[in-house]
Nanobody, 115 residues
Framework: QVQLVESGGGWVQAGGSLRLSCAASGSIFSISAMGWYRQAPGKQRALVARITSGGSTNYADSVKGRFTISRDNAKNTVYLQMNSLNVEDTAVYYC?????????WGQGTQVTVSS
């Protein structure tokens, strides 16, 4: 059984930074792809950033150059460093672990950016 717990969300002014963390239980973290998704009110959940088990990353165009995804396999944790935040980044952010045909999701953490 995999459980994902996000933390680090909150309120920040435009231009500020936040770092999200996602701690995973279980033994498959190091061999799993990890991702951060977000869902704004009235919009579909969308990929923000993804990192493979080997460390390759990809980002949504809207966050390239501002957000950085990383992982610490020793801590079973994936991070999302978010810089130069703007109001369009306001959303609930979800952590996702992908292994085989299964995707596991965290409960989400709210990020609110004010102008």
């Amino acid at each position: 059984q995999v459980q994902l717990v996000e933390s680090g969300g909150g309120w920040v002014q435009a231009g500020g930074s936040l770092r999200l963390s996602c701690a995973a239980s279980g033994s498959i973290f190091s061999i799993s792809a990890m991702g951060w998704y977000r869902q704004a009110p009235g919009k579909q959940r969308a990929l923000v950033a993804r990192i493979t088990s080997g460390g390759s990353t990809n980002y949504a165009d809207s966050v390239k150059g501002r957000f950085t995804i990383s992982r610490d396999n020793a801590k079973n944790t994936v991070y999302l460093q978010m810089n130069s935040l703007n109001v369009e980044d306001t959303a609930v952010y979800y952590c996702m672990l992908g292994w085989g045909a299964r995707n596991y999701w965290g409960q989400g953490t709210q990020v609110t950016v004010s102008s």
